[in-house]
């Protein structure tokens, strides 16, 4: 999660809400302080204006439930995850959905296991547009990195 805070501050993420799933590893989530040191570290290589907002940790067996706590909601809600079944690609969905569009963003990238499939099934009746990044399972900082990339370069990137 360290990693994901570093490069999702320094290519522009304004706020990160460590998500409680079903297949999650809680330990590295107990460490507030040195999180807070590395957004702060990463704004200013980075020479960003503010640090991003490091808010509590939420649980997505919460969100899928109950809806988003108040103040998280968003226009649309992305959940990449890696499955055996046919799902769009980011690249296809960003050039078909309204995603670009919306004011408010919620990105779902899951633990190293990956969503369980009752967490997907429940987002996906919940409106969440539910996509995959390709063939290539790739690591929760990676994947992080490369959806945010993707939304901000237009989708203009290939899956490929």
Do not use: C
């Not at 994901?4 to 522009?12: Q, Y």
């Not at 200013?44 to 988003?68: A, H, T, Y």
């Not at 919620?106 to 987002?123: D, R, T, W, Y």
């Amino acid at each position: 999660f360290e990693e994901v805070l570093r490069h999702g501050t320094e290519i522009g993420v304004s706020e990160f809400y460590p998500l409680l799933t079903q297949h999650g590893e809680v330990s590295e989530l107990r460490k507030r302080e040195r999180m807070e040191t590395i957004l702060k570290e990463a704004a200013e290589q980075s020479e960003r204006g503010r640090i991003p907002v490091l808010g509590p940790e939420i649980s997505l067996k919460d969100i899928l439930n109950s809806g988003w706590p108040v103040g998280l909601e968003a226009g649309t809600t992305l959940m990449a995850h890696s499955s055996r079944e046919p799902l769009p690609l980011l690249a296809d969905l960003l050039e078909k959905e309204p995603v670009l569009e919306a004011t408010t963003l919620n990105i779902l990238i899951g633990p190293e296991g990956g969503f369980s499939e009752a967490e997907v099934l429940k987002g996906q009746e919940r409106g969440f547009l539910v996509f995959s990044l390709g063939p290539r399972i790739l690591r929760t900082e990676t994947a992080g990195v490369a959806v945010v990339s993707a939304i901000l370069l237009g989708g203009q990137i290939s899956s490929s």
